[in-house]
T-cell receptor
Framework: SAVISQKPSRDICQRGTSLTIQCQVDSQVTMMFWYRQQPGQSLTLIATANQGSEATYESGFVIDKFPISRPNLTFSTLTVSNMSPEDSSIYLC?????????????FGEGSRLTVL | EDQVTQSPEALRLQEGESSSLNCSYTVSGLRGLFWYRQDPGKGPEFLFTLYSAGEEKEKERLKATLTKKESFLHITAPKPEDSATYLCAVPYNQGGKLIFGQGTELSVKP
């Protein structure tokens, strides 16, 4: 298994500002992902954080809005840029235990953002 | 298009009243089905992975089963601490990403 730490755990932000969420995994992992969970909704994948290259974004999500860094095999950041109230969500970092693209996906506790 | 549908959306049980949650999926070439539990304000907690039809896995009062079209999460004699949202998910394309169902919110009353 993988233990994933996220910070901040929650924040209240002003419209138009940007916030960076950090994700730290306790072991080296090949694949890291960022999900969004809007109030009362299930999880939607934002992007795959690739180590050493640009993130791969899902349909409806763009790099200018959600820039992602993955400097090494245990750490990633997600920035939510130019925030609006519609960005109020829980943002979840996840990692696949071990190497490769099979096996269980583990999640951090999430970062709850409220945009005023 | 790959899709995951869970039912019911919400389920209220009395303590000790057994029931089942359903997860139906449409994917080309199943590469596993995952069940998670999510408590309010927390990230999803991994429960089970099932890989082939007929496979079953158990953990305490939970048992997950898999057919070619759906999975069931059976809850036997639930307790109030089993109250949570239960999510199922399947991988799509070759990138190891998961697509999640909408979840079933389970409430167990004493």
């Amino acid at each position: 298994s993988a233990v994933i730490s996220q910070k901040p755990s929650r924040d209240i932000c002003q419209r138009g500002t940007s916030l960076t969420i950090q994700c730290q995994v306790d072991s080296q992992v090949t694949m890291m992902f960022w999900y969004r969970q809007q109030p009362g909704q299930s999880l939607t994948l934002i992007a795959t954080a690739n180590q050493g290259s640009e993130a791969t974004y899902e349909s409806g999500f763009v790099i200018d809005k959600f820039p992602i860094s993955r400097p090494n095999l245990t750490f990633s950041t997600l920035t939510v840029s130019n925030m609006s109230p519609e960005d109020s969500s829980i943002y979840l970092c996840s990692a696949r235990g071990g190497q490769g693209n099979t096996g269980e996906l583990f999640f951090g506790e999430g970062s709850r953002l409220t945009v005023l | 298009e790959d899709q995951v549908t869970q039912s019911p959306e919400a389920l209220r049980l009395q303590e000790g009243e057994s029931s089942s949650l359903n997860c139906s999926y449409t994917v080309s070439g199943l590469r596993g089905l995952f069940w998670y539990r999510q408590d309010p304000g927390k990230g999803p907690e991994f429960l089970f992975t099932l890989y082939s039809a007929g496979e079953e896995k158990e953990k305490e009062r939970l048992k997950a089963t898999l057919t070619k079209k759906e999975s069931f999460l059976h809850i036997t004699a639930p307790k109030p601490e089993d109250s949570a949202t239960y999510l199922c998910a399947v991988p799509y394309n070759q990138g190891g990403k998961l697509i999640f169902g909408q979840g079933t919110e389970l409430s167990v009353k004493p």
